[in-house]
């Protein structure tokens, strides 16, 4: 074929005169999932003695040429389209065809044994488990890695704890950075157990779940021969095919796995946009990297940068969520037909968490390093520290005194004294690193 030449065909034209809606493409990894399952499946329907061997063997090597990204200037077609992929479907039997050359029919041959319907949320489902193993997992883990790093050397950094933006008492900054550490951990179990349920592909279910028109061993064979080219072992029948037809429960499940992680890393960097504000009028626990200039007019400004775009990228994904769950309510008996919708937005969202949570790590995580002097000023200052006279002098006196303290803008060790404590007592019982330690 001459490089720019049209490939596709009557019915990818048709789709995309009738859908000029945002001028955004079908994801290119559906695309290329879409061939690797025809490619697959033309090598099983030869193997099943369906379709000839030199039909067959044409059809792969197409298949191969899109699954490798060479032909993605062919796929045009809106991904505001067809709820049910059938235009994107169409275009990459019509692709596929021209490539394989003369003989060989974009429906009778390329989609043998297929329906949009099965095939195009089989490639959807195997492109998002794909970008989950990839690309999400493996950030989160070099996040939580990099929280718990800092955990392990801010171990011994105490700091004022605060509930409801107020003074509590002191925790240490390495026992913050262990909890952030800990929801990183829990995002990536969240996200593979709902992987499993996103590797049970529909493929073999043709029009409506019943598998018309397909051969009772083609969906395993062809299951069979994308896990052993991928490497993705989820890859796996569904429990019913009518279910796995009829909704995208799983893409949904998985969406909200993205949400509860943009949810994490949103407290995660408010906490450390808190923690690293002032430098003197602020918080000012910890230093963050200082990566471009805050402003273009306050000189020495420098700004939370990458805590910021983080926030607006867990927004984003929890915008997406929404989006994607109003589309799974919205099948209808055999078909849910908002699958353009999820895979657009679920996609985006893995894709953004998985960049976000890198950036997160290596350009801000990674430099954070603490101000002692704030964390000393802070954990001192905090008047909660009087808890721990709780079980010597009661809750009643023990917040009189603070009460006082606070009045008065007194110290607490000076009002406590006044108020009949030991002094003894006060300087055994406020040791600020073991209120941090807690019961431990």
Request: proline letters at 4%; aromatic letters at 4%.
């Amino acid at each position: 074929m001459s490089e720019g030449q049209q490939l596709w065909g009557a019915e990818t034209t048709k789709a995309v005169e009738n859908f000029p809606i945002s001028g955004e493409p079908v994801p290119a990894s559906v695309v290329r999932w879409l061939a690797r399952i025809k490619g697959a499946a033309a090598a099983v329907n030869a193997e099943l003695g369906l379709l000839d061997k030199r039909r067959a063997s044409k059809i792969e090597k197409a298949a191969a040429e899109i699954a490798a990204g060479k032909h993605d200037e062919q796929f045009p077609v809106d991904v505001f389209q067809t709820g049910s992929g059938t235009s994107s479907n169409m275009n990459a039997n019509e692709v596929i065809a021209k490539l394989a050359g003369e003989n060989v029919h974009p429906n009778d041959h390329v989609n043998m044994g297929q329906s949009s319907n099965d095939v195009f949320p089989s490639a959807v489902h195997l492109a998002a488990l794909e970008a989950a193993h990839r690309d999400l997992l493996p950030a989160l883990k070099t996040l939580e890695r990099s929280f718990a790093k800092k955990a392990r050397s801010f171990q011994n950094i105490v700091k004022a704890g605060r509930t409801h933006l107020m003074d509590a008492v002191p925790v240490t900054l390495g026992q913050e950075f262990a909890g952030y550490s800990a929801q990183i951990v829990l995002g990536q179990e969240r996200v593979s157990s709902a992987l499993a349920h996103v590797g049970q592909i529909p493929l073999g279910g043709t029009a409506t779940g019943t598998g018309l028109n397909t051969h009772s061993k083609f969906a395993e064979k062809v299951r069979t021969r994308l896990r052993r080219e991928s490497s993705l072992r989820q890859i796996a029948a569904p429990l019913d095919p009518f279910e796995a037809q009829a909704n995208r429960d799983a893409l949904v499940e998985l969406s909200g796995a993205l949400k509860v992680i943009a949810v994490s890393l949103s407290k995660i960097a408010g906490d450390l946009a808190l923690m690293g504000s002032g430098p003197r009028a602020g918080i000012g626990e910890i230093f963050l990297p200082e990566l471009q200039k805050g402003s273009s007019i306050m000189p020495g400004k420098v700004n939370p940068v990458i805590p910021e775009v983080v926030l607006q990228v867990c927004a984003q994904v929890i915008g997406n969520d929404t989006a994607i769950t109003i589309g799974g309510m919205q099948g209808q008996f055999e078909l849910n037909v908002r699958i353009p919708l999820i895979a657009r937005n679920l996609l985006q969202s893995i894709a953004l968490l998985s960049s976000a949570s890198r950036a997160l790590s290596e350009k801000c995580v990674e430099g954070i390093t603490a101000n002692k002097a704030g964390t000393d000023a802070s954990a001192g200052a905090t008047l909660a520290v009087a808890t721990a006279l709780n079980s010597a002098i009661g809750y009643d006196k023990a917040t009189l005194i603070v009460k006082k303290a606070t009045e008065s803008g007194r110290p607490l060790r000076e009002v406590a004294l006044e108020e009949g404590v030991d002094a003894a007592l006060y300087d055994q019982t406020i040791d600020l690193r073991k209120i941090a330690s807690g019961n431990r």
